[in-house]
């Protein structure tokens, strides 16, 4: 293994450890396990519903945070499985689930679903009241650097600059396999996204994006990210550690570990791909 990505790896999880044993990060980790993992189809209705949606609940649960839905707020549409459940032989019994249990349907094997009702969640930006737990968002990287132009250069996947990207820095488009990135960012900036999708263009072109997978497939390309750019000399702890661990939650760590090699094997190309030419003919 390259000596560098293997002390960018360490120096990862040293960072991420440390981050989520933060108060502040143990705080926000713990609001938000108390959120559903939506379902797919959910993730896509709340997203058409309200694009800028963040932490979505239903009425009740909003109230045992101590929040309250504002007058006159349109809740979001998901869906709610519905059940029977069999109590004791040839008896069965209609279980309507809540929105407060709309993904957990999966756990109970004695329960058989037979169909699905719509039930109403709200967006924390759709209430009021006791002030939620908040980390710092990851700051941009700012400062000039001819990285980036040595990455575009190497990089195997076509770069475009776009002038936004709903919120996001960059995308690699799955069906395409073409890189995006947002024009307004600092050259720095850039090359640090840049490395991320490619990343994403190595690991995540098979497999179905799905709500269930995301996390990992972020953790993997931007721990790829902070492994190649802590090789090349450019800092992002800052940034990344805070970005794994507000996708990945209490699990990054373990996560990190489960997919240490695919990172490693990610990171390993980024850097062989910018090893330039005539550095090659140096080492025959």
């Not at 938000?32 to 997203?47: D, K, P, V, W």
């Not at 309200?50 to 909003?62: M, S």
């Not at 960012?185 to 490619?198: M, Q, R, S, V, Y």
């Not at 550690?241 to 209490?250: D, L, P, R, T």
Request: one cysteine or more; glycine letters at 6%; aromatic letters at 10%.
């Amino acid at each position: 293994m390259n000596e560098k990505v293997k002390a960018a790896m360490e120096r990862l999880e040293q960072g991420l450890e440390t981050l989520l044993n933060s108060d502040e990060w143990r705080k926000f980790l713990q609001f938000q396990a108390m959120f559903h993992r939506y379902s797919f189809a959910n993730t896509l209705l709340i997203m058409n519903q309200n694009h800028d949606a963040t932490f979505v609940a239903g009425y009740n649960r909003w109230k045992e945070l101590g929040r309250y839905v504002k007058k006159g707020e349109r809740g979001i549409e998901i869906f709610a499985p519905l059940f029977r459940k069999a109590r004791k032989a040839n008896t069965e019994e209609h279980d309507q689930e809540s929105e407060e249990t709309v993904e957990k349907h999966n756990t109970d094997k004695k329960r058989a679903l037979y169909g699905y009702r719509v039930v109403y969640v709200f967006d924390v930006s759709q209430t009021d009241g006791e002030p939620l737990p908040s980390v710092e968002r990851p700051k941009i990287l700012v400062g000039e650097s001819d990285l980036y132009a040595k990455l575009q250069q190497a990089c195997p996947f076509p770069v475009d600059e776009v002038r936004s990207l709903g919120g996001a820095n960059g995308e690699f488009n799955l069906r395409t396999h073409q890189i995006e990135i947002v024009h307004s960012l600092p050259k720095t900036h850039k090359a640090k996204t840049l490395i991320h999708e490619w990343a994403h263009g190595l690991l995540h072109t098979t497999g179905l994006l799905t709500s269930a997978n995301k996390p990992w497939m972020e953790l993997e390309a931007e721990s790829t990210a902070f492994v190649v750019a802590h090789a090349l000399g450019l800092n992002t702890s800052d940034y990344s550690f805070g970005y794994i661990a507000g996708w990945s939650g209490k699990d990054a760590l373990s996560t990190l570990k489960a997919c240490g090699t695919r990172i490693q094997q990610a990171a390993d190309s980024i850097l062989m791909a910018l090893e330039e030419p005539q550095d090659l003919c140096k080492a025959i």
